[in-house]
């Protein structure tokens, strides 16, 4: 009878078990879904970048407001016909364009873009680009304090002393 009893705590420990690691799954699945749409919006403006290289160089591509959550909503630019636009236009299109596309694919989506004119090389410079968001589980009381202080290094200097404290992605785009 005792048998029976330990077996049946033995079996109710591991469904339990199981039942914690199906809810890490879907929570780390759900943080991968997040990085990979960060990954592809980061792509995305160096893209534009890259289209417009004389206005990265000019650092009309630069965006560098501390982090604001929920982030207003930026108005869009009319440029209708890109090759009637001046590389200011366009470029202000872009990211007009950019950081509503971040603000509505990313909880609490937004950018930081800085042209690095120290970085003038044969290629023609570089731009930092930053991708932050709010996870949604960092908003849960105590969730992941210490992973906090660590992402804090990946993200810009205004997006750092912030709480809850944003997750950041780092990319550095050649032109």
């Excluded at 009893?5 to 890490?24: E, F, K, R, T, Y």
């Excluded at 997040?34 to 893209?47: E, F, N, P, Q, T």
């Excluded at 937004?110 to 991708?131: C, I, L, N, S």
């Excluded at 968001?133 to 969730?143: F, M, R, Y």
């Amino acid at each position: 009878m005792i048998e029976v009893l330990v077996s049946i705590l033995v079996v109710s420990l591991g469904v339990v078990a199981m039942g914690g690691l199906l809810a890490s799954a879907t929570r780390l699945g759900k943080a991968s879904e997040i990085r990979a749409v960060a990954s592809l919006m980061a792509s995305d403006i160096a893209d534009r970048m890259k289209a417009n290289v004389g206005a990265a160089r000019a650092s009309m591509y630069d965006h560098t407001d501390a982090f604001v959550s929920p982030p207003p909503e930026p108005a869009l630019v009319n440029c209708a016909l890109p090759l009637n636009c001046q590389p200011q236009e366009l470029a202000n299109q872009d990211m007009a364009q950019w950081r509503r596309a971040l603000l509505h694919a990313l909880p609490s989506g937004t950018g930081y873009v800085r042209y690095d004119a120290g970085a003038q090389d044969a290629a023609g410079g570089a731009v930092d680009v930053w991708v932050a968001w709010l996870d949604p589980s960092a908003l849960s009381v105590g969730a992941f304090q210490d992973i906090d202080s660590l992402n804090a290094k990946n993200c810009p200097p205004g997006f750092r002393d912030i709480n809850p404290q944003p997750r950041c992605m780092y990319f550095r785009v050649a032109l």
